[in-house]
């Protein structure tokens, strides 16, 4: 299978190009670059332009943005006016944060790729009919702004009552917005379980998230290190695998002192697999 790996591993670190450099000489092909500002700082020119030179002169590819879930520094710690999500139901509020999410997608006029991962809500948030008017609402012009840069929107499956496989594909069926996916092998562990979400997700999944958990908790690990059938897992992903690469979204954790080396491990033994 190809292989990419998201930028969510090292998300807490400025996104540079010795950064990206030191992924490029790990033999990985492409990247998911992950939208914190900490970590690119999508609304900072300066930045953006300086990672898009890189690019045109590197072989690694971007594959995919995830679009941001906050707008400050801090993983939302600054307060609830910083989290953004588009089932916001007040619409006024709700176009500020679809407008922080077309301030990302600006990034692809700078540096070419083919997806933006979005989720449809906030991790635990409860099922409300009103909520799936917003997000297809918000989708519908996020679509537009996306499909002018050459991006296609794919939505993720994440830990809430919006956003199992089988609320997406219910989302589907009522709205028709046409939209691919995220499989995220972690997500789908803590909701339905890996087989079940891919088996309702198949047709459209058109990128993974692979990481590991004990099924409660959303720790994005190493796989191999959580509950996890890794080699079943393996033989779902490979059935359709022509439709998406192998994308590990993992967190740093700071026993592991060389991550990429790592990564190159996990990627060998999941093929093993």
Request: proline content about 4%; hydrophobic content about 40%; charged content about 25%.
């Amino acid at each position: 299978m190809n292989h990419a790996l998201s930028t969510h591993l090292f998300v807490n670190h400025r996104l540079t190009t010795a950064l990206l450099s030191r992924i490029e000489q790990a033999g990985i092909p492409a990247v998911e670059i992950f939208c914190a500002r900490q970590h690119l700082d999508y609304q900072n020119k300066a930045q953006v332009t300086e990672l898009g030179h890189w690019f045109r002169e590197s072989e690694l590819k971007l594959h995919a943005l995830h679009a941001p879930m906050y707008t400050d520094e801090i993983w939302g710690r600054s307060g609830p006016h910083s989290i953004i999500t588009i089932t916001e139901p007040v619409k006024s509020q709700r176009m500020k944060m679809v407008d922080e999410i077309k301030r990302a997608l600006e990034i692809a006029e700078t540096i070419p790729c083919r997806y933006l991962v979005q989720h449809l809500g906030v991790g635990g948030e409860e099922f409300d009919m009103r909520k799936f008017d917003a997000a297809f609402t918000a989708l519908e012009e996020l679509s537009i702004f996306a499909r002018q840069r050459g991006v296609e929107i794919l939505l993720e499956n994440i830990p809430n009552d919006l956003s199992s496989a089988e609320r997406l594909r219910q989302f589907q069926e009522l709205t028709h917005i046409g939209l691919n996916y995220v499989f995220d092998t972690g997500h789908a562990n803590m909701n339905e379980g890996v087989e079940a979400a891919f088996e309702t997700m198949k047709d459209r999944i058109r990128s993974t998230h692979i990481h590991d958990n004990d099924g409660n908790d959303d720790t994005h690990l190493f796989p191999f290190t959580g509950a996890i059938d890794w080699k079943r897992t393996m033989e779902l992903l490979r059935s359709r695998d022509s439709q998406y690469p192998l994308l590990l979204e993992l967190k740093e954790h700071p026993e592991i002192t060389n991550p990429l080396e790592k990564v190159k491990e996990i990627f060998e033994r999941l093929e093993a697999e």
